[in-house]
């Protein structure tokens, strides 16, 4: 069974070693509010809610948006379209091998910033 949306900011609020009282204290998002959001009591959770989060708990904001059913696959193909020139002729093979060059440069990118900061 898919993770709901709750079970995820829940997960990754304790990944962070958050509790709801930091939370609110860093968001406004009243532990009552997360309370909900996290027992999947909210059906239609705040935008505005969901930034807060994805800002605090640095997770992507589109990812949260996706769990919320705000967004569909089609919706974040769409938005990628726009922002890569020509993405649209790639198929999907292409398009994992462009994000695998992308994911290799960040990890090359943190491994230089470790080495630097081990000096």
Known sequence: MAETLGQYLRTIREQNKLSTRDV?????ITTSQLSRLECSHTRNPSPVAL???????NIKLIDLF?????????DVDSYMDSCFKGIEK????DKKQIQNQIDYLIFQHEKEREDRNDL
Not at 90 to 93: A, F, K, R, S, Y
């Open 90 to 93: 790639l198929d999907q093979e």
């Open 66 to 74: 996706q769990k919320a059913g705000y967004l569909d696959s089609q």
């Open 51 to 57: 930034k807060k989060l994805a800002l605090l708990y």
């Open 24 to 28: 609110e204290k860093e968001t406004g």
